[in-house]
């Protein structure tokens, strides 16, 4: 691991971090509505099967709420949602099974809704080994599909131990972003254990990276 690389990882962080502070709540809301929109509408989306969103911070990064809303909709779709269970820096996804439980949640960490162990006196489901798409949160990224995480590893570590143990090629990683974090080509640092995106939905772009190359609609 390069020490340069961390360095600049660390400094970035703190820059992005510092703009996502400036930015006013209707501001993010407004973003966030038109992010939910573009996902709702994608090809992809529309023809997962289960799926997986992060539960939002209160501010400074996509909302997901209304997201969250549609999935435990009509959409015929299971929703999982990240939960760190343990101190050994392992992430795992457990089920949300209605509005109503999902709004039970209470709030934890940086205002994080936390699932809770059990919903309707069972516990609750974890372990999903069919997930077809991944909404992924950032703090960066940019427009070669890089991501910058909050820099505990959960998501590059879940992705890696995903595929060794399920046998199944990795879930679709979708990640959200506001427009304020999304970066020109090469600006986000990456070592070899983190895991490129295969598209990026801001409010106005959904940016992949077919097998020919890339491209930025």
């Known amino acids: 691991m390069s020490i340069v690389q961390s360095t600049n990882k660390r400094a970035l962080r703190k820059a992005i971090a510092t703009t996502l502070r400036e930015l006013s709540q209707s501001d993010i809301q407004s973003q966030s509505q038109a992010i939910t929109e573009k996902v ?9 099967k289960t799926v997986s969103c992060y539960l939002s911070m209160p501010a400074a990064e996509v ?84 991501r910058l995480g909050h820099g505990k590893g959960y998501y590059d570590r879940f992705i890696t131990s995903y595929s060794s143990s399920t046998g199944r090629s990795k879930p679709l990683l979708v990640a959200l972003a506001l427009e304020q974090q999304l970066l020109e ?17 801001t409010p106005d772009k959904v940016i992949t990276a077919p097998q020919d190359g890339y491209q930025d609609p």
């Open 40 to 48: 709702l509408s994608l090809p992809a989306f529309q023809q997962c």
């Open 185 to 201: 080509h090469g600006q986000v640092p990456m070592f070899d254990h983190d895991w490129k995106m295969d598209m990026i939905i």
């Open 63 to 146: 909302q997901t709420t209304s997201l969250i809303l549609n999935i435990l909709g009509d959409l015929g779709k299971s929703l999982f949602v990240p939960s760190i269970v343990s101190n050994n820096g392992y992430m795992d996804f457990v089920r949300v099974y209605t509005e109503e439980d999902y709004r039970s949640f209470p709030s934890g960490l940086w205002g994080i809704p936390e699932p809770t162990p059990e919903w309707s006196s069972e516990k609750r489901q974890s372990n999903c080994s069919n997930l077809d798409l991944i909404l992924v949160p950032g703090v960066a990224f940019d427009r070669s599909l890089s």
